[in-house]
């Protein structure tokens, strides 16, 4: 969502006749699009404002503005944490843009505006500058209703809306005309979609009449919400594809009930077996987070439990991360951060041997891949993604890019497949 929302951005900046400059040091305005969902994310971008003080001390002139939710959720305290800030931008207000420019250029004020509008839901995104590929994003809602008690979300997006079902099928027709073949449905808690008597089960349906779309995916996903009419849209509607990111968090009921999360370790995976019941290749990833505030050995043994019951293809693992605000923060925490840096890289250990073990089981099988950029491998090779959401590496010329192609499998790490195409790529 944070990378849509930046296409946002520089399409509304090439409106006002600016253009992408060759590298920062030629810049006469740098926006910085913010995620505040780790405290990680959150310093790196102080430590980046700071690299930035050479170019504001040279050029005076040069406009520096914050948007994204570390803006939604310091606000003023952006101005005192840094003089080099010139505007405060959250993003639910991107709309109001141009007219900070404006105010910032004719007097050098320092605006800011965190209002909790539906901008990026109502933005006409034909207007967006999107990124090179095969692939587009859609916003079709935004903001979570949750109250997950480690959760900043519903602080920074503010509760949930939903862009209506007939804006979303004519920027997807816009798309397809434009070339793109496969599109990812966006949303905090995308499960929620609703548009009166439209959800996001027929939402998918009606996305299989759009004509020049071979694959759509949605994310993100609350396992709450995760409905039988979802899961039978997945099954029957091609275009859909047989992929989820489903976050657990946690495998002890303990854990995900002080998360708050609504839903117990058996209802969770109930869903998986429901899932892999209605799409018996479904590709599954998740979000784990490590070292909640008093969690145990016990406790942490369970995810551990969860992660063999369940072999994920991929699972985003992470230490708990304290964020102002959240009901977490009052939670007492006996362990010290050398033992959640243990848990966490045993998980991931973990983790990587089902990975491995799994993806070479498809050595020998026949892939078809959508061709999206070049290979970290180098040379000659490129890069696609199954509709499992599984990175295959194989040769091939740069004519490839953007379509599709068949690939026999034949080596597999934990994190990708290597193979050879064999037979021509077809649009």
């Known amino acids: 969502m944070n990378t849509h929302d930046s296409e946002k951005l520089a399409g509304i900046l090439e409106e006002l006749g600016h253009r992408s400059a060759s590298d920062v040091q030629s810049a006469d305005l740098i926006l910085l699009n913010t995620c505040s969902i780790r405290e990680k994310a959150e310093e790196k971008v102080f430590s980046h404002l700071g690299s930035l003080r050479p170019l504001k001390d040279l050029r005076p002139e040069l406009i520096i503005g914050l948007c994204g939710c570390v803006a939604q959720q310091k606000g003023e305290e952006i101005f005192r944490r840094s003089n080099l800030v010139d505007f405060v931008l959250g993003p639910r207000a991107i709309a109001s843009l141009p007219g900070i420019l404006e105010e910032v250029r004719n007097r050098r004020s320092r605006?800011?505006?965190r209002e909790r509008r539906d901008d990026s839901i109502l933005y006409d995104a034909s207007r967006a500058r999107r990124g090179?590929?095969?692939?587009?994003?859609?916003t079709v809602m935004e903001g979570c209703n949750k109250t997950c008690t480690y959760c900043i979300v519903p602080t920074t997006r503010g509760r949930e809306v939903s862009k209506p079902a007939e804006d979303v099928l004519r920027e997807a027709e816009a798309l397809a005309l434009a070339g793109y073949c496969e599109l990812e449905l966006l949303g905090q808690n995308v499960n929620a979609y609703r548009d009166g008597a439209i959800h996001l089960d027929g939402l998918l349906r009606r996305l299989q009449q759009v004509e020049g779309i071979r694959r759509v995916r949605f994310t993100t996903s609350h396992p709450a919400h995760l409905s039988e009419e979802i899961i039978r849209a997945m099954r029957d509607c091609p275009t859909v594809c047989n992929a989820l990111h489903l976050p657990a968090q946690s495998g002890s009921d303990?854990?995900?009930?002080?998360?708050?999360?609504?839903?117990?370790?058996?209802?969770?995976?109930?869903r998986v077996e429901r899932l892999r019941r209605a799409i018996p290749d479904i590709g599954l990833s998740t979000d784990i987070i490590v070292g909640y505030p008093a969690e145990t050995r016990e406790e942490f043994e369970d995810t551990l439990g969860l992660l063999k019951e369940v072999e994920f293809d991929q699972v985003y693992s992470f230490l708990?991360?304290?964020?102002?605000?959240?009901?977490?923060?009052?939670?007492s925490d006996g362990m010290d951060r050398d033992e959640k840096e243990d848990r966490l890289h045993e998980l991931q250990l973990l983790q990587q041997e089902i990975q491995r073990r799994n993806n070479l089981a498809l050595v020998g099988s026949v892939m078809e891949v959508l061709v999206d950029g070049f290979s970290r491998m180098g040379g000659s090779f490129l890069k696609?993604?199954?509709?499992?959401?599984?990175v295959v590496n194989f040769p091939g010329e740069a004519s490839a890019m953007g379509k599709f192609a068949s690939v026999r499998v034949e080596a597999a790490g934990p994190n990708s497949l290597e193979g050879r195409r064999i037979e021509p790529h077809r649009p």
């Open 254 to 270: 303990a854990v995900l009930e002080r998360m708050r999360r609504g839903y117990t370790r058996r209802r969770y995976l109930d």
């Open 111 to 113: 605006p800011i505006d």
């Open 320 to 331: 708990y991360s304290p964020r102002p605000g959240t009901d977490a923060l009052l939670q």
């Open 132 to 138: 090179p590929g095969p692939r587009a994003f859609i």
């Open 384 to 390: 696609g993604r199954t509709a499992t959401n599984r």
